[in-house]
């Protein structure tokens, strides 16, 4: 199969999203596929893979490193027709997830969405009118998805959610899947040397954007009423950058906290896995993610991880056997964590029973899994079904 991907973010961008591409694409051209990947550009110095990356011009945003795309190319369906692509999978409904869907009609292909953010829930970024613009956003994200062929979605709680709201189009469960193996060889000396933790110091570790969106003023709110009654050695980790970076680090200063807490900001992937190496335990307040994908890498290190219970986070969490989830209280939340930081028994059994779930969010069977809904699609038995029954 020839697969066209478009999407809003693409590497140098990191996220979610942009990890959801890339491990897919690795792992369907591994089985003999291709993926042509159609994004914004990133400054003029992009070296592109064999190529199999499509640039359209774009503009800096108000998000610092976040470009937006133009969406218009002479070329485009011209280019689509010369790979033969088979099918568009687009990863956002808008600007470029928009121009796939388009050309896919126009060629006559079918058209895969995968719902990767709660978008309502990002509208704080926008400086007026947030509950108008979120009303639009639903709106404007449940008529794209009508108009696509087939949703996938990274949890059930997710598909629930988009049917709710209107979607009528099939509905598929399909999660990001982990490299297991870029997550059980790390590190665990490199984060203690790199940042001068000692040896017997527990550390807490967060991987994330720090934006408003991922709720981290709570994990320093919880820390701080850790440090109150836990008198062994801990820190906390942040690992990432975004917006609210300068805000959290004046936070911890105000708590008197800042010896404690560590602003890594953005790292690569190998020493991502390096931090999740050297760490006790995995946290994560954010209440807005469709699925946690971060919380699968912990699981594949073998971190347990202690979060609070909402859409795709509640699911990738076995609460009481690989992490803990806990209602949006700080108390809670610090009373969790005192369990695994002080019973060596109960953190054991976690963490063994963390490695095992991680299997099943194995890239692998992941991609295996998208190749035969892409398979079903272009030979037409994919049918009208509830999350639950597909």
Request: glycine residues 8%; hydrophobic residues 40%; charged residues 20%.
């Amino acid at each position: 199969m020839n697969i066209a991907v478009f999407t809003d973010s693409y590497r140098p961008w990191t996220s979610g999203v942009v990890r959801s591409i890339d491990t897919f694409a690795e792992e369907i051209s591994a089985r003999g596929h291709y993926v042509y990947i159609f994004a914004p550009r990133y400054g003029s110095a992009q070296r592109e893979e064999h190529g199999k990356v499509f640039r359209f011009y774009s503009l800096p945003s108000t998000n610092p490193g976040f470009n937006i795309a133009i969406p218009f190319s002479i070329r485009l369906k011209t280019t689509l027709r010369r790979l033969r692509i088979d099918l568009v999978h687009v990863h956002s409904p808008f600007l470029l997830g928009r121009l796939g869907l388009k050309c896919a009609r126009e060629i006559g292909v079918p058209v895969v969405f995968t719902y990767h953010t709660m978008y309502d829930h990002y509208v704080h970024y926008v400086p007026l009118a947030q509950n108008l613009t979120k009303k639009i956003t639903r709106h404007l994200a449940c008529s794209f998805c009508n108009r696509c062929d087939l949703i996938l979605v990274p949890s059930n709680v997710i598909g629930d959610y988009i049917r709710d709201l209107g979607v009528k189009v099939p509905i598929r469960k399909l999660p990001t899947g982990i490299k297991l193996d870029d997550f059980r060889h790390g590190d665990p000396g490199w984060l203690g040397e790199r940042y001068g933790i000692g040896a017997d110091e527990k550390v807490l570790l967060f991987v994330g954007r720090l934006g408003l969106e991922k709720n981290v003023e709570f994990l320093l709110k919880a820390f701080d009423k850790l440090l109150r009654v836990y008198r062994q050695p801990v820190r906390l980790v942040l690992v990432g950058g975004g917006p609210q970076t300068q805000q959290l680090k004046e936070m911890a200063a105000e708590k008197g906290i800042s010896d404690r807490v560590i602003f890594t900001g953005p790292l690569s992937m190998d020493d991502v896995a390096h931090c999740y190496a050297g760490s006790r335990l995995f946290v994560f307040a954010s209440m807005t993610e469709t699925q946690g994908l971060v919380i699968g890498e912990a699981k594949a290190a073998g971190l347990p991880a202690v979060a609070i219970d909402a859409f795709g986070v509640s699911e990738m969490i076995e609460d009481g056997q690989d992490g803990f989830l806990t209602p949006p209280d700080e108390d809670v939340f610090v009373s969790r964590l005192l369990q695994l930081l002080t019973n060596e028994d109960l953190y054991g059994r976690f963490s063994r029973k963390a490695l095992m779930n991680a299997e099943s969010i194995s890239s692998g069977a992941m991609a295996a899994q998208l190749i035969n809904v892409y398979q079903e699609l272009l030979t037409g038995r994919i049918q009208q079904k509830m999350v639950r029954g597909g």
